[in-house]
């Protein structure tokens, strides 16, 4: 009696679960200036054109695919996140001596702004295409993460575009 119903409500419950209607995607998209076909390049770019042209704009290369034609940099630095917690606020008490005795403070937390902002850029050589992705993430002090976005815009990929056509051509 117990197995027919159970397995009616596991029936009905399963059918709520649902899939989401799209998958993520990037929010803003990546510019029309982080993919490019190779071809057009003159010199063309090459692996290693990349990887000096991001240890020029003091990038650290993390990690490189050379049969994928991958490269994967970062770089930090410091910076003011605006939108910290206000300070704490805790009161401390004593006693103590001899007969009657009353004491009391309040103490203050300070308030740090300081943040650091991370940047990680990754870069693929294709046989055909070049393309370019970029995003921020902001950590406050304490190290939690306050904000992430995706920064392929085209200011950023059109300069990275002509240092590694620069370093592409001098490393040829």
């Excluded at 929010?27 to 020029?56: F, K, N, Q, S």
Aim: hydrophobic share 35%.
């Amino acid at each position: 009696m117990w197995r027919p119903l159970g397995i009616i409500l596991f029936a009905g419950l399963a059918g709520c679960q649902a899939l989401p209607s799209q998958l993520p995607v990037a929010e803003p998209p990546p510019a029309e200036a982080c993919h490019w076909p190779r071809g057009d390049d003159v010199p063309p770019i090459t692996l290693a054109g990349a990887v000096a042209a991001m240890e020029d704009d003091d990038f650290l290369i993390r990690h490189t695919e050379t049969t994928l034609g991958l490269v994967s940099a970062e770089r930090s630095r410091r910076t003011f996140y605006h939108g910290a917690p206000e300070p704490d606020i805790f009161l401390l008490g004593a006693s103590g001596g001899h007969g009657v005795l009353f004491g009391g403070g309040v103490g203050f937390g300070l308030r740090d702004d300081e943040a650091t902002e991370i940047e990680r850029v990754s870069v693929v050589v294709g046989e055909q295409t070049v393309r370019v992705t970029r995003d921020l993430r902001l950590f406050d002090w304490r190290g939690e993460q306050r904000r992430s976005r995706t920064a392929s815009d085209d200011t950023f990929c059109r300069e990275l575009h002509e240092a590694m056509r620069r370093h592409s051509g001098e490393t040829s």
